[in-house]
């Protein structure tokens, strides 16, 4: 019967396929050219609307920023003129005056506080209408000191209540601190930052309103930290204010989303923070705003439809010194475009038409060119981690993308061939590129195993080839099998020998330990498997294992054309003879002393005997392995 030729994959070359998508969307923006006259005259009622928001975000920056400077201001001085090694309760009533002498001008300071770096505090700040059971009707302000642990007394904290005349109305008595101020940010800030700057919004400890602290560090005492905290609630009269009409939504808003100060702010937040997000005010259009702050470069103009209205707006960060604060305004596109937004809506149906039919397209040519690269992709990332596969690649019907997954194929399972020929940590050092092809090495302590089958010669003397082949096969597929899952690096296979070693060409700094639970695992495997050999019949193939720990020189030996990464030195001819002696204690695992020490702790090691290994003049201690430590 004639073979048949498979019918031939129909390709289409890639730089035809993006020549078409580009002159489909030079296509459709043409025709969109006719709708430009429409939209130059909405982009000039924008313009107006651009300035008219400006206005309203500018007086709302103007004012924060000057409340912010003047607070500066004044820490500035204290961090010069406040000196903190008076006593506490001196430095509270200073506290005291200054947030008296602030709050007249900046009704937004709550507090004023100095931490210390043993953990001492002072706290001045309003009371708010928010009382606890222990706050007195009559209260106006609050003296916070905490003294630090000193002289076999414990930490403790005094807490003092004020009336409006500064006159005590209450004196709790000492309790333990509330908090550690060294832990809260307006005290780390400040620490690790000398300069004068702001915490970004947070929870106040002593009242649990949302604010901002100003702080500096003392320029008089090291590690005391200053700091004023302003709460954000007066934000809602200032928005009340420069609202210029009732259907205009201004809102000031964290970028996590979190509702700051509205001009109906008293009835969208609940009486304890958090704050609720924007999203979750009951108001699309703030909502709307939110999106925008997430989606879209901060002061941009942009058009929304909300509930089928259409409005504009704009979100643009508060002050600088405040970057996570954004205002958010949104206004009916109506009231701000007028006519223009009529005469603009034709056109916008034919461009808008336009451009979703070019989207559509782009998404399409782009898919059917993503989507192989994709798979390809992600399975490179696999060939790069030797996680091979023998599934075939994907196809495509662009040329050039098929005739990369046929490539990346062959080249698949070229690797897979180069594994199973070269030991898999050094082909993966070769493709990650971290380990070098030159000739050579460097010098580094490692552990050597050497093993080697009793009486193999005379059982293979009994054998085909074939089956010698076949028994060895296995033998060396759960010898080798367990020595790699501990972490070996198998050098060689020497006919019914192997030898493997550790801590390269990745480091393993418990590499003894390693190599010695290795063995132990690996002669457990290989007693299964005589006793399989046994149960068919044919003889136990007996292990016998050299370890010792040393310095080697690990790398690449050989010829420009054909080398072997492989360890050489006393190292590796110490661990052969330890191998070697087995027959002669009749032991089955002989490990060095250098061996027993590295491993550590979790061996049971039978000393045998103080020898000087044939080859060399060294006098050393050898030990038998004799299995884990079930005490260890």
Not at 118 to 128: C, Q
Not at 228 to 234: C, P, V
Not at 603 to 627: C, K, M, N, S, W
């Amino acid at each position: 019967m004639d073979k048949v030729d498979p019918p031939q994959r129909r390709t289409s070359s890639l730089s035809l396929v993006v020549g078409t998508v580009f002159a489909a969307i030079v296509i459709v923006l043409s025709g969109t050219l006719l709708t430009m006259n429409y939209i130059t005259v909405a982009d000039l009622g924008k313009h107006e609307a651009l300035i008219r928001f400006d206005q309203v975000g500018g007086a709302v920056r103007s004012t924060l920023a000057s409340e912010i400077s003047l607070i500066d201001t004044v820490l500035d001085t204290a961090s010069l003129t406040v000196e903190t090694d008076i006593p506490k309760t001196d430095l509270a009533t200073l506290l005291v005056s200054m947030l008296i002498d602030m709050r007249s001008s900046t009704p937004a300071v709550t507090g004023v506080e100095i931490g210390e770096a043993d953990g001492g505090m002072v706290l001045a700040r309003t009371v708010t209408s928010t009382r606890t059971d222990r706050e007195p009707a009559t209260a106006a302000y609050e003296i916070a000191i905490l003294y630090p642990a000193r002289d076999g007394e414990p930490a403790h904290e005094v807490r003092t209540f004020l009336d409006k005349d500064r006159n005590t109305v209450l004196s709790l008595p000492p309790s333990p601190p509330r908090f550690d101020p060294r832990t809260r940010p307006w005290y780390i800030a400040g620490l690790n930052d000398p300069r004068a700057h702001i915490i970004p919004p947070y929870v106040f400890a002593n009242s649990a309103a949302l604010g901002v602290s100003l702080v500096r560090a003392s320029r008089l005492t090291p590690g005391t930290v200053i700091a004023f905290d302003a709460t954000l609630a007066d934000l809602d009269t200032l928005l009340r204010r420069v609202r210029t009409s009732p259907d205009m939504e201004l809102v000031a808003f964290l970028r996590s989303g979190l509702l700051l100060a509205h001009a109906d702010g008293a009835l969208l937040r609940p009486d304890d923070p958090p704050p609720p997000r924007l999203d979750q005010t009951g108001s699309p259009v703030r909502a709307a705003l939110l999106r925008i702050s997430e989606t879209t470069p901060t002061g941009h103009l942009q058009d929304l439809v909300v509930d089928g209205e259409r409005y504009l707006a704009q979100v643009a960060p508060a002050i600088d010194a405040l970057p996570d604060v954004l205002i958010g305004i949104a206004y009916p596109y109506e009231r701000v475009l007028g006519p223009a937004g009529v005469a603009r809506r034709d056109g916008l149906i034919v461009s808008n038409i336009a451009l979703a039919l070019s989207l559509i397209g782009v998404l399409m040519a782009a898919r059917r060119i993503a989507r192989p690269l994709t798979m390809l992709t992600t399975r490179m990332r696999r060939i790069m981690a030797l996680k091979l596969q023998e599934t075939p690649p994907p196809r495509s019907s662009i040329r050039e993308i098929d005739e990369l997954s046929t490539a990346m194929g062959t080249m698949e399972m070229a690797l897979a061939t180069f594994a199973r020929y070269v030991p898999r940590q050094i082909v993966h050092g070769i493709v990650d590129r971290h380990m070098s092809t030159d000739l050579g090495g460097e010098r580094k302590p490692v552990t050597v195993l050497f093993t080697d089958v009793t009486a193999f010669s005379t059982m293979a003397e009994t054998l085909t080839p074939e089956e010698v082949m076949a028994r060895t096969g296995r033998y060396f597929d759960v010898l080798g099998h367990a020595l790699m899952a501990g972490g070996a690096t198998i050098d060689k296979y020497i006919g019914d020998s192997i030898m493997a070693f550790w801590n390269a060409p990745g480091d393993q700094p418990d590499h003894a330990a390693m190599a010695c639970r290795a063995v132990l695992e690996a002669a457990a495997r290989i007693e299964e498997l005589n006793a399989r050999f046994v149960a068919e019949g044919a003889a136990p193939m007996l292990t016998r294992f050299g370890l010792h720990t040393g310095e080697a020189v690990v790398g690449n030996v050989g010829s420009a054309d054909r080398m072997n990464y492989t360890v050489l030195g006393h190292t590796v001819n110490i661990s052969a003879r330890l191998e070697a002696l087995n027959k002669t204690y009749q032991t089955q695992i002989l490990v060095s002393e250098s061996v027993r020490l590295a491993a550590g702790p979790g061996f049971v090691f039978r000393h045998v005997d103080t020898i000087a290994p044939r080859g060399t003049r060294e006098v050393i201690r050898i030990y038998e392995l004799q299995g884990l430590d079930p005490e260890a």
